[in-house]
T-cell receptor, first 115, second 112 residues
């Protein structure tokens, strides 16, 4: 238990569906991240939020839409996905800009399958 | 550019030591990390080392850093079957945002 929870743990959706992934952290961190983990590829950073402001968006298609309503919650809204979007989506959190180590703490991930 | 490389597989016998290697490219990295991922789970932070250190020991884990060669290694002493997992090396790149660059991961298989 790392203090970062994600729901749902598994999601199967059709290409025309709309769904959302949720992440919550209980560590008092002020930065949150979405990563995509596909087989045989490095972990891909998708979005970074620091102090609830999006500070990085790594050329992610617009069918992925993040939302960070407060420092403890992060969402990833999904619509009209493609089969190649099937992957494990990981959320992480960390301290930001405090001069401390930048270690990130990860949730268990949501295994997404797009049919 | 920013790149972290690891070998893909390592197989060791139970009780032996495992050494997982990693090379990175960004000489300005301040921290380097080792994460463990078990099947169906997220990444678990194992240990990290500050870039002005050469070595860090934490129970069965020893991290060695050769900053000149940009080489990081993780040694697991007395490897157990429960150590079977994927191990990721990551470097911190502090630019406009706090960012970790991950390697592709090394799958460690421990056999009896």
């Amino acid at each position: 238990e790392t203090g970062v929870t994600q729901t749902p743990r598994h999601l199967v959706m059709g290409m025309t569906n709309k769904k959302s992934l949720k992440c919550e952290q209980h560590l008092g961190h002020n930065a949150m991240y979405w990563y995509k983990q596909s087989a045989k590829k490095p972990l891909e950073l998708m979005f970074v939020y620091s102090l609830e402001e999006r500070v990085e968006n790594n050329s992610v298609p617009s069918r992925f839409s993040p939302e960070c309503p407060n420092s403890s919650h992060l969402f990833l809204h999904l619509h009209t996905l493609q089969p190649e979007d099937s992957a494990l989506y990981l959320c992480a959190s960390s301290h930001s800009g405090t001069g401390e180590g930048y270690e990130q703490y990860f949730g268990p991930g949501t295994r997404l399958t797009v049919t | 550019g920013e790149d972290v490389e690891q070998s893909l597989f390592l197989s060791v016998r139970e009780g032996d030591s495992s050494v997982i290697n990693c090379t990175y490219t960004d000489s300005s990295s301040t921290y380097l990390y080792w994460y463990k991922q078990e099947p169906g789970a997220g990444l678990q932070l194992l240990t990290y080392i500050f870039s002005n250190m050469d070595m860090k020991q934490d129970q069965r884990l020893t991290v060695l850093l050769n900053k000149k060669d940009k080489h990081l290694s993780l040694r697991i002493a007395d490897t157990q079957t429960g150590d079977s997992a994927i191990y990721f090396c990551a470097e911190s790149v502090r630019k406009s945002t706090d960012k970790l660059i991950f390697g592709t991961g090394t799958r460690l298989q421990v056999f009896p």
